[in-house]
């Protein structure tokens, strides 16, 4: 049985890189909901604030789940668990 999260330096090495996959991907969320925001107040003029939030909460709530739930994947399969789950005694 490979050892992936249960030992503490790959452990922390895997949350390490993780975070710091979540960091660049919110960047990347700001700089789309941004742009979507400028595009929407280009085309429909000045936006109200529900109108801001749905923007928000839908685009940079979408690329933020979709960064969180791939980068676990990516967690899950660096550190060995995927091969863990598949071996049998």
């Given amino acids: ?23 660049w991907m919110a960047g990347f969320a700001l700089l789309v909901v941004l742009g979507a925001l400028a595009a929407l107040e ?4 000045p936006l109200n604030w529900v109108t801001v939030l749905a923007a928000i909460g839908g685009f940079g709530g979408t690329a933020l789940l979709t960064a969180a739930l791939m980068g676990l994947v990516f967690l899950s399969s660096g550190t060995g668990h995927d091969e863990d789950v598949d071996r049998r005694q």
């Fill in 1 to 23: 049985m490979a050892e992936g999260l249960n030992n503490p330096a790959a452990r922390a090495h895997a949350w390490r890189r993780y975070r710091r996959l979540m960091k």
């Fill in 42 to 45: 280009l085309m429909f003029g």
